[in-house]
């Protein structure tokens, strides 16, 4: 076959997406073919760099390309990424492609170092990425990111007040505990801890985001209320362990988003705490809190499952000292980085077959 740019484009052309179940080439995701004798490079544009699939689709694309041209050509495989948005450019926001509910039914489930480990991973994949403490009433964002005592700087556009976030191990960052004391209590009523989060929306200079990760407070409350009616969500990861009592409050949390009234769709599940491996014993797992639970809850409402934590002393350790532990080598980073290319991935599906998210407007 004779090697020009159509020729190749016809042979990728057999190559699909494993998730968006297309070929790449009516996806728009084969660019900048330069043909140079029997050299030719040319860019794999994924969906995310986070994409868990690259090595994958590199290998199809070499072995349909071989099958036509032979052996005799060097084939050069750019891969980099766009990541997919269903967004409009919009008064809030405009330059936020993706915005990432992170929920759990109940407290102490781990939702919060699951939020930071999954912005730090998928910043440390490349993309940009923001994450908003909406836990007002309890920020945790400030310690776990070793920033506490920082004070966000603010810049004066026309007549209005923009605060810059602050930027931690290339993630964009703000939280109500960089504009209180570290010890004070945050005592506020629903509607002024709903101010706060407006505030974190349209009064922070967030840039060029891919993902702005919203770290939830516990439950249901009048902040869920205040980001659907605000923005528009492209999908919600709840966290959850897999022991009974957090499994029937993250039903809950799951069911709210699924109400017709709001109808953000589930990126998935992950459960936290899953099991316990002392160092001694690697090989042994240990079920404290239950087994499969998360699992099972994903299974029920047919959303995907993305993977499961276990309990380990270092990730602990690392929410102590502000150094999250998928900065780590080892089992943690291998564990984050893998939930961080399935988020990202189930955000890729989802802007691919969903229509846009609606921003709820509730009825009295």
């Excluded at 330069?34 to 694309?61: G, H, Q, Y």
């Excluded at 050069?76 to 919009?90: E, F, G, H, P, Y």
């Excluded at 897999?242 to 990126?267: C, T």
């Excluded at 990730?315 to 291998?334: C, H, W, Y």
Aim: aromatic share 6%.
């Amino acid at each position: 076959m004779q090697l020009t740019q159509d020729a190749i484009l016809k042979t990728l052309s057999r190559v699909e997406d494993p998730d968006l179940k297309k070929d790449l080439v009516t996806l728009g995701m084969i660019q900048k073919i330069e043909i140079n004798e029997d050299k030719v490079s040319f860019d794999v544009v994924l969906t995310t760099p986070a994409c868990p699939l690259k090595e994958i689709i590199r290998n199809n694309c070499l072995e349909e390309l071989e099958k036509d041209f032979g052996n005799g050509i060097t084939w050069k495989l750019n891969m980099t990424s766009n990541v997919t948005t269903i967004r409009d450019a919009t008064p809030l926001l405009p330059q936020v492609k993706n915005i990432i509910a992170i929920a759990s039914g109940k407290g102490g489930v781990g939702k919060s170092t699951t939020a930071v480990n999954l912005a730090v991973a998928l910043a440390q994949s490349g993309a940009k990425v923001g994450l908003i403490d909406a836990d007002i009433s309890g920020p945790s964002i400030p310690t776990m990111f070793n920033v506490e005592g920082e004070q966000p700087a603010v810049t004066k556009v026309g007549d209005k007040n923009i605060i810059i976030p602050i930027s931690q191990y290339g993630v964009k960052l703000m939280s109500i505990g960089f504009l209180t004391p570290t010890d004070s209590a945050v005592v506020w009523r629903g509607p002024m801890a709903s101010s706060a989060l407006r505030q974190f929306i349209s009064d922070v200079d967030w840039g060029e985001l891919d993902y702005l990760l919203i770290d939830l407070p516990p439950g249901t409350s009048d902040i869920h209320l205040t980001m659907v009616q605000t923005l528009p969500v492209t999908g919600a990861v709840i966290v959850t362990t897999p022991q009974k009592v957090a499994l029937a409050d993250a039903n809950k949390g799951l069911s709210m988003f699924r109400q017709p009234q709001i109808n953000v769709p589930i990126l998935g599940v992950i459960e936290n705490m899953a099991y316990f491996t002392p160092e001694e014993l690697p090989d042994n797992k240990y079920y404290l809190f239950g087994k499969e639970g998360g699992r099972k809850l994903a299974e029920k409402y047919d959303v995907p499952f993305l993977g499961e934590v276990p309990i380990i002393q270092s990730i602990r350790e690392s929410g102590d000292t502000g150094f999250p532990a998928v900065m780590k080598n080892g089992l943690t980073q291998e564990t984050y980085m893998h939930l961080a290319q399935e988020v990202a991935r189930q955000i890729a599906i989802r802007n691919a077959s969903h229509g846009k998210t609606a921003i709820v407007e509730m009825k009295s």
